[in-house]
């Protein structure tokens, strides 16, 4: 069997920590006077923490000072570790552990590669850290999504070259980022908003094992 790389994004994709950055926004939105809904939330899913609050003023045709943009940022993500400090395995996306076990019994090296910070930490907490051969997050990387740095550090990681590597995404940002880096790139969530991936399912229990050796052995 060929030996591939399998790189899985983590908000949206392994658990839905999504929820929790969308109160802690919505939460720091509203006292700022600001609008948000679900419909500005997708605009931030893959989008860094600084980025998210630009865009979020803008929205709101607000300026504020250096330091006070670090503070909200600070706050923001109190909000987000204080609802994730709850998590357990059951937060686990449905068929996840299926994918990661199948694709440990078919001796294919496993990357996470995330934009947050807090990876390792939520890891922790839904017990799934020992899964991973390798962990890129938001603390080894100073490029954002889309740019592919992410998975380009996860694939040389692995030890495993771009091109034979597969990413697993829920954000624009991310399935363009896989694009970019010649990787193949597989959505997960809406064909309306993820139309740019190679494939797309709704979630992973639309994936069966044959797929997955498929794409080991294509």
Same mark, same amino acid.
């Given at each position: 069997m060929k030996r591939k790389g399998f790189i899985f994004d983590l908000d949206g994709v392994i658990v839905d920590t999504a929820k929790y950055h969308f109160?802690?926004?919505?939460?720091?939105?509203?006292?700022?006077?600001?609008?948000?809904?679900?419909?500005?939330?997708?605009?931030?899913?893959?989008?860094?923490?600084?980025?998210?609050?630009?865009?979020?003023?803008?929205?709101?045709n607000k300026t504020i000072e250096a330091d006070r943009f670090s503070e909200l940022l600070d706050k923001k993500n109190q909000d987000y570790l204080?609802?994730?400090?709850?998590?357990?395995?059951?937060?686990i996306l449905p068929d996840v552990t299926r994918i990661l076990a199948h694709l440990k019994a078919n001796h294919q090296p496993i990357a996470l590669g995330s934009a947050s910070k807090n990876a390792r930490t939520i890891l922790d907490m839904v017990h799934l850290k020992d899964q991973f051969n %390798?962990?890129?997050?938001? @603390?080894?990387? !100073?490029?954002?999504?889309?740019?592919?740095?992410?998975?380009?550090? /996860?694939?040389?990681?692995?030890?495993?070259?771009?091109?034979a590597c597969i990413v697993f995404e829920d954000s624009v940002a991310g399935v363009e %980022?896989?694009?970019?880096? @010649?990787?193949? !790139?597989i959505?997960?969530?809406?064909?309306?908003?993820?139309?740019? /991936?190679?494939?797309?399912?709704?979630?992973f229990t639309e994936i069966d094992n044959a797929f997955i050796e498929n794409l080991i052995n294509r």
């Open positions: 109160l802690a926004w919505q939460r720091l939105a509203k006292q700022l006077g600001i609008e948000f809904s679900e419909h500005e939330n997708e605009q931030l899913k893959g989008v860094s923490r600084v980025r998210s609050l630009e865009k979020i003023l803008s929205w709101g204080s609802y994730i400090s709850k998590m357990n395995e059951n937060e %390798a962990i890129v997050d938001g @603390n080894d990387v !100073s490029k954002a999504k889309p740019d592919p740095e992410v998975f380009l550090i /996860a694939a040389k990681q692995l030890n495993v070259d771009p091109e %980022a896989a694009n970019i880096a @010649n990787m193949i !790139s959505g997960i969530g809406s064909k309306d908003i993820l139309g740019h /991936a190679d494939y797309i399912f709704k979630d």
